[in-house]
């Protein structure tokens, strides 16, 4: 990484998660990427591989840097061209690079903090422990101010609207019905 120093990326105020819960979550998730990354080549070149490992082209975000990217966009959601500054890299590289930690990330699920071993990997798992628990869980309303361009002009009909967070001052009682949006508890019902 050329532009900014990892260690300052890795803070929790940028990811989320302690520096040993990083590390943790790295130890977990690198065999497994390097596993599915040697699965694809495989699959692409049609057999198995003919060089030793680590010749060829070189990996323009290594696995730290993927998982880093990836902490810092679901934190943040800062867009992917933001991303590729702060990590000198072009957009689709982070683009490749959050679709590949993402789904690392679901298959690993989301632990309960008082209940070690239970993790919840679809948001069925997630009504289904609010329930049992007892927990109330609610949705921030969020809306975006667009700015559109003027009528007339051209490429009008085809903008479409991207969401950034922006406070609305309500928040929506979530529904199993309503299961389309990311829900997290947010305190039990008194």
């Known amino acids: 990484m050329n532009f900014l120093n990892r260690a300052a990326l890795?803070?929790?105020?940028?990811?989320?998660?302690?520096?040993?819960?990083?590390?943790?979550?790295l130890v977990e998730l690198a065999p497994r990427w390097e596993a599915a990354r040697e699965s694809q080549l495989a699959e692409r070149r049609g057999s198995v591989r003919k060089r030793a490992a680590g010749a060829?082209?070189?990996?323009?975000?290594?696995?730290?840097?993927?998982?880093?990217?990836?902490?810092?966009?679901?934190?943040?959601d800062l867009p992917h061209a933001a991303l590729a500054e702060l990590f000198a890299v072009d957009r689709s590289t982070v683009s490749g690079a959050l679709r590949e930690v993402?789904?690392?990330?679901?298959?690993?699920?989301?632990?309960?903090?008082?209940?070690?071993?239970?993790?919840?990997?679809?948001?069925?798992?997630?009504?289904?422990?609010?329930?049992?628990?007892?927990?109330e869980l609610r949705l921030d309303g969020a809306e975006t101010q667009v700015?559109?361009?003027?009528?007339?002009?051209?490429?009008?009909?085809?903008f479409r609207h991207h969401h950034v967070q922006r406070p609305?001052?309500?928040?929506?009682?979530?529904?199993?019905?309503?299961?389309?949006?990311?829900?997290?508890?947010?305190r039990r019902a008194q």
């Open 10 to 25: 890795s803070h929790p105020a940028f990811t989320g998660v302690s520096r040993a819960h990083f590390g943790e979550l």
């Open 56 to 76: 060829g082209r070189k990996q323009k975000l290594v696995f730290t840097d993927r998982l880093l990217v990836t902490l810092i966009h679901l934190r943040h």
């Open 102 to 135: 993402r789904v690392l990330l679901a298959e690993r699920g989301f632990a309960i903090p008082d209940q070690p071993g239970l993790r919840m990997k679809t948001i069925e798992d997630v009504f289904a422990y609010a329930e049992a628990e007892d927990i």
């Open 147 to 158: 700015r559109r361009p003027r009528a007339g002009r051209p490429g009008r009909r085809a």
């Open 168 to 186: 609305t001052g309500s928040d929506a009682a979530v529904r199993r019905s309503q299961a389309r949006a990311y829900a997290r508890p947010d």
